[in-house]
């Protein structure tokens, strides 16, 4: 009986499916359903039931597989412990962010370090740890953070609901300490002809709905207000409600990203159906389809850009937030909690932050729905308590 058995049965098992096992594990259905039929060889037993159109755990799958979890707990234990003897002085980091996320928000509310600015930081004070930078959505991060692929990513967080059925929002954080990043609204932007380019709007700009998504309560004066604020002034225009986007195109991130989230929430909260026609990975090729007509882009805002109107939304207004996200179920490594140390300090985030039930901040601690978190002044989670000392990496520079 090998490890890689045992992983190979684990991620069958959590996701019904060969061929998505094969997927996130990087190999070929026949080479992962081969080394799973070994498994049961040597165990005398069948494991899953393949007969179905999604793979099903077999009762003695249904009682290998926790003894099957706790062992690949205790080789990543063991291999934590042999890292302890190497200190700081060595290892590898892989992290996750979702597609044109560059942690640096509005020009507006001053300077900010991006992320290459305080990695670069971060390996001046590490110079043997190494790290390992991919680019995916928000939905496949969180599977490869739970499959032990990733040591942390940074993800963008749902509004309290999507909009579709049977999603609450939060559901698919579950197990993960969060600490918040950014908060920032999202404004509509599109070509000068384009009919919502001076549709009447909210003379005041200011954001009439009230449910989760419109920022009332506690924690609205956040960075996001500021933001909203400040982009309204610059842009000189009046909000448009988020039900005006209704019978037009719309241009976005794919499904899965933080963004969308965000838009489809605000949209279902005013009783619009969603209308993505074009889709793009990151914020500024946004506003490049939107500003050659391709639609109305939904986007932090680009600030002023030749070819293109920027108008602020209300009712509600969309916010997107970008958070750091690592397993609460497992211990980090020490270089993983270091940098987790490095990247806390150097985005300190918005006050107020909100967490539902069931969901860690970023200082270990159980976090009600509806109830701010707790400042994020707090070393890492016990499960990332091997990590030193916070950096001395500032805001203003990344160093």
Not at 296 to 307: F, H, I, N, R, Y
Request: charged residues 15%; aromatic residues 2%; proline residues 9%.
């Amino acid at each position: 009986m090998e490890l890689r058995q045992l992983q190979y049965f684990v991620t069958v098992a959590q996701h019904g499916s060969f061929t998505r096992a094969a997927q996130l594990l990087h190999l070929t259905q026949p080479g992962v359903s081969a080394q799973v039929r070994q498994l049961e060889r040597e165990l005398g037993h069948r494991l899953l039931d393949r007969s179905g159109r999604t793979v099903r755990l077999t009762p003695v799958g249904e009682a290998v597989l926790p003894h099957a979890r706790a062992a690949l707990a205790s080789a990543a234990a063991a291999r934590h412990a042999a890292q302890e003897f190497g200190g700081l002085r060595r290892g590898h980091v892989r992290l996750g962010m979702v597609a044109g996320a560059a942690l640096t928000p509005p020009s507006e509310l001053g300077t900010f370090p991006g992320l290459a600015t305080t990695l670069a930081a971060f390996r001046q004070e590490h110079p043997g740890i190494d790290f390992s930078l991919t680019e995916d959505t928000t939905a496949r991060m969180l599977s490869t953070l739970r499959d032990g692929r990733l040591d942390l990513a940074v993800v963008g967080l749902p509004s309290p609901a999507s909009g579709r059925e049977g999603d609450d929002g939060w559901s698919a954080l579950s197990g993960l300490t969060l600490h918040t990043v950014l908060e920032v609204p999202l404004v509509a932007a599109c070509a000068p002809e384009h009919p919502l380019a001076d549709a009447a709007g909210s003379a005041d700009g200011s954001d009439t709905g009230s449910g989760p998504g419109s920022g009332s309560g506690p924690g609205s004066d956040t960075v996001a207000e500021a933001a909203g604020a400040a982009g309204a002034a610059g842009h000189g225009r009046n909000a448009l409600p988020v039900s005006a986007l209704a019978g037009h195109a719309l241009v976005s991130t794919p499904r899965g990203t933080g963004l969308r989230t965000a838009l489809e929430s605000a949209l279902a909260e005013a009783g619009v159906d969603p209308a993505v026609g074009v889709e793009a990975a990151a914020p500024p090729q946004l506003a490049e389809l939107a500003a050659h007509g391709l639609g109305v882009a939904v986007l932090p805002d680009p600030g002023p850009l030749p070819g293109l109107r920027v108008r602020p939304l209300t009712g509600p207004v969309p916010r997107v937030r970008i958070a750091l996200a690592w397993p609460a179920d497992r211990p980090c490594s020490p270089p993983a909690a270091a940098l987790v140390a490095h990247l806390r300090q150097a985005y300190p985030g918005p006050v107020g932050a909100q967490a539902p039930a069931g969901i860690q901040d970023s200082a270990g601690a159980q976090v009600s729905a509806g109830t701010p978190a707790p400042a994020d002044t707090a070393a890492p989670s016990a499960m990332c308590s091997s990590a030193a000392a916070p950096s001395s990496t500032s805001r203003s520079s990344g160093k």
